[in-house]
């Protein structure tokens, strides 16, 4: 046994109660229960808008909220799921999500569906997404089986994905918008047992976490690593883009003058080929190159957003964009969070990788907000569009030189620590 396996499997006996499939199994479950609502977002966007009478900004406006809170909220959650334990916060983040769907579907005004639907679903988000759940991923798998067990967990969100876009556009349509948030809301009630299996504080150690750091060293580190800062600005990018179509793309088709239904097989198929494209990314960023792998996946976007822009818009167009598209929506998420684990180790990746998950987040709290913004001012997304192409080759191009390899521990660490 290498000395990087042994504390993973001393923390696994530590453990033995729960099984390593149950945990993988669990987490999988929770990640679709939190992402599956959050991506069916916009098709609530114009029933909720044509009933309160409210404009595209004032949506967007309650998504960007919800975005940044993710990103606000998940570097701060995962440090107390570094500290305390990962269920905890997994409960308290189902407590936030289910409350916030609740006053978004009985928002009277503006302010209440900026804080249900932003700040409430945000930090519910937070408490229970990608970071929270590979984080303990992480601490229970040894290195060798770290990226493929990201990738499945990835996988598990884009289900909820996949899952949700003809659920909840089958309850809009059978109950109305505002009964489907409180239905959403109940189904968060899956989530605390669920995350019974994630129960226990966290204790595994990896090769990196051999030395004892304090919260402040990890940080300090972490900020003083060109590297870490690189991968922080690329992923800023990555939550522009989907953010962006996650809240916006149904009411895009519908302004096409394409039929509702073609909406559903959009972030549908977005869903079901970023399953394909999450479990891939986890077996490439195992055996081949993450940072070159991530430079990619951005190329790949721009280019596809540029075609699906310049080529006439058809049922066919927005299916195929949809795919590849789906190929390539998270499977960032993998490699990206993978290149934290390798830098810094485990002991922080829940902290070290929410901090570059609030990177995303601000990306995308932009791409939601400036896609309701600049739509009510020119009466088009084609700014935003053509925006995220942009954005798309800067992320390409800071990817490039991120090293893959573990940053060193200096003695000037030591010399901060409290």
Same mark, same amino acid.
């Given at each position: 046994m290498t000395a990087e396996a042994a504390?993973?499997?001393?923390?696994?006996?530590?453990?033995?109660?729960?099984? *390593?499939? *149950?945990?993988?199994?669990? /987490?999988?479950?929770?990640? =679709?229960?939190?992402?599956?609502?959050?991506?069916? =977002?916009?098709?609530?966007?114009?029933?909720?808008?044509?009933?309160? /009478?409210?404009?595209?900004?004032?949506f967007g406006l309650a998504m960007a909220i919800q975005n940044l809170l993710w990103g606000l909220g998940q570097p701060v959650f995962g440090a107390i799921a570094d500290k305390f334990g990962t269920a905890r916060v997994l409960v308290a983040g189902a407590v936030f999500y289910s409350a916030?769907?609740?006053? =978004?579907?009985?928002?009277?005004?503006?302010?209440?569906?900026?804080?249900?639907?932003?700040?409430? @679903?945000?930090?519910?988000?937070?408490?229970?997404?990608?970071?929270i759940i590979l984080a303990a991923f992480a601490r229970n798998v040894p290195a060798d089986k770290r990226s493929i067990v990201f990738g499945l967990g990835t996988a598990a969100g884009s289900s909820g994905m996949f899952f949700f876009a003809p659920i909840s556009r089958t309850m809009i349509d059978t109950l109305g918008w505002s009964d489907t948030l409180i239905g959403m809301a109940i189904m968060m009630a899956i989530i605390p047992v669920a995350a019974i299996a994630l129960r226990g504080k966290p204790e595994t150690r990896g090769e990196h976490d051999a030395v004892d750091q304090s919260i402040r060293q990890a940080l300090a580190q972490a900020f003083g690593h060109k590297s870490y800062l690189l991968l922080t600005s690329g992923f800023f990018v990555c939550g522009f883009q989907v953010a962006f179509i996650t809240a916006h793309f149904p009411a895009y088709?519908?302004?096409?003058?394409?039929?509702?239904?073609?909406?559903?097989?959009?972030?549908?198929?977005?869903?079901?080929?970023?399953?394909?494209?999450? *479990?891939?990314? /986890?077996?490439?960023?195992?055996?081949?190159?993450?940072?070159?792998?991530?430079?990619?996946?951005?190329?790949?976007?721009?280019?596809?957003?540029? @075609?699906?822009?310049?080529?006439p818009a058809t049922p066919m167009t927005v299916t195929v964009f949809s795919i590849v598209m789906g190929l390539l929506w998270l499977s960032t998420v993998a490699p990206t969070n993978g290149l934290v684990a390798v830098m810094f180790g485990t002991r922080y990746l829940g902290m070290l990788g929410g901090i570059v998950f609030f990177s995303h987040q601000v990306g995308s709290f932009l791409g939601v907000?400036?896609?309701?913004? *600049?739509?009510?001012?020119?009466?088009?997304?084609?700014? @935003?569009?053509?925006?995220?192409?942009?954005?798309?080759?800067?992320?390409?191009?800071?990817h490039w030189p991120i090293r893959e390899e573990a940053a060193p521990v200096t003695a000037e660490l030591s010399a901060i620590r409290p």
């Open positions: 504390p993973v499997a001393a923390t696994r006996k530590s453990r033995a109660a729960i099984p *390593l499939p *149950l945990i993988i199994a669990a /987490g999988c479950l929770i990640a =679709m229960l939190t992402f599956g609502p959050r991506s069916a =977002m916009g098709f609530f966007q114009i029933p909720l808008l044509e009933e309160k /009478g409210w404009d595209r900004t004032t916030g769907l609740v006053i =978004m579907a009985i928002a009277p005004s503006p302010f209440w569906l900026h804080f249900g639907g932003g700040v409430l @679903v945000g930090l519910g988000i937070a408490a229970g997404s990608f970071g088709i519908s302004d096409l003058g394409l039929a509702e239904r073609w909406a559903v097989v959009a972030i549908g198929s977005i869903g079901f080929f970023n399953i394909i494209g999450s *479990l891939a990314s /986890g077996f490439i960023g195992q055996h081949y190159s993450k940072p070159i792998f991530l430079s990619l996946i951005y190329i790949g976007r721009s280019i596809a957003v540029t @075609v699906f822009l310049l080529v907000w400036l896609g309701g913004y *600049l739509y009510d001012v020119y009466g088009t997304y084609d700014p @935003v569009w053509w925006l995220g192409v942009a954005l798309g080759l800067f992320a390409a191009i800071v």
